[in-house]
């Protein structure tokens, strides 16, 4: 069971948008940093967002972050078949003192 | 170009003890901490433990499941970060990710992955 939740999958149709939730509590995404990473089949994860909103480079502005109070959305727009992906949302929880990710949500693009 | 590659994984029995590397490069390595994380087969990404800069004393933080049994150390003279694993148990079986943290705590991220090693315990 992970601190942070996540839907386990979404799906949406070339082209369109996406949002991913992340959902959490005042001790880790309300009062810390959350970032977001991109995994695809097979290899290494990939930050995709941090501090909240922040791009690094070489991310298109196809992908955003946005928190709230307790939860945090990773959106994806203009989705293409190479964004199947498993995300993830990651933060420090500091009641627990450790660094908490969800659960991760498998995107497909159909 | 940032690069990290970890070494060290292979089969190993319960008990045992397994020693593995991440070697950086493309950066100055003592200016960042450094952090492991894990993934076991099928399964979702797990934090093992992180190491701050010498800046910020070099101290670490560990995952309940792996504190006490788990050691993370580095060499900033040689651009290495080290996980330290004894009394292995099956349930360490995963792939394991060195990453270099930036921001600061504890609002790290974690910005360049290496490509993985796998550890598999069994008997």
């Known amino acids: 069971q992970s601190v942070l939740t996540q839907p386990p999958s979404v799906s949406a149709a070339p082209g369109q948008k996406v949002t991913i939730s992340c959902s959490g509590s005042?001790?880790?995404?309300?009062?810390?940093?959350v970032s977001w990473y991109q995994q695809l089949p097979g290899t290494a994860p990939k930050l995709l967002i941090y501090e909240n909103n922040k791009r690094p480079s070489g991310i298109p502005d196809r992908f955003s972050g946005s928190k709230s109070g307790t939860s945090a959305t990773l959106g994806i727009t203009g989705l293409q078949t190479g964004d199947e992906a498993d995300y993830y949302c990651g933060t420090w929880d500091s009641s627990l003192s450790v660094w908490v990710f969800g659960g991760g949500t498998k995107l497909t693009v159909l | 170009e940032v690069q990290l590659v970890e070494s060290g994984g292979g089969l190993v029995q319960p008990g045992r003890s397994l020693r593995l590397s991440c070697t950086a490069s493309g950066f100055t390595f003592g200016d960042y901490a450094m952090s492991w994380f894990r993934q076991a087969p099928g399964k979702g990404l797990e934090w093992v433990g992180f190491i701050r800069s010498k800046a910020y004393g070099g101290t670490t933080e560990y995952a309940a499941s792996v504190k006490g049994r788990f050691t993370i150390s580095r060499d900033d003279s040689k651009s290495i970060a080290y996980l330290q694993m004894n009394s292995l148990k099956t349930e360490d079986t995963a792939v394991y990710y060195c990453t270099r943290a930036s921001g600061g705590w504890p609002s790290y991220y974690f910005d360049y992955w290496g490509q993985g090693t796998l550890v598999t315990v069994s008997s």
């Open positions: 005042s001790s880790n995404i309300g009062n810390n940093y």
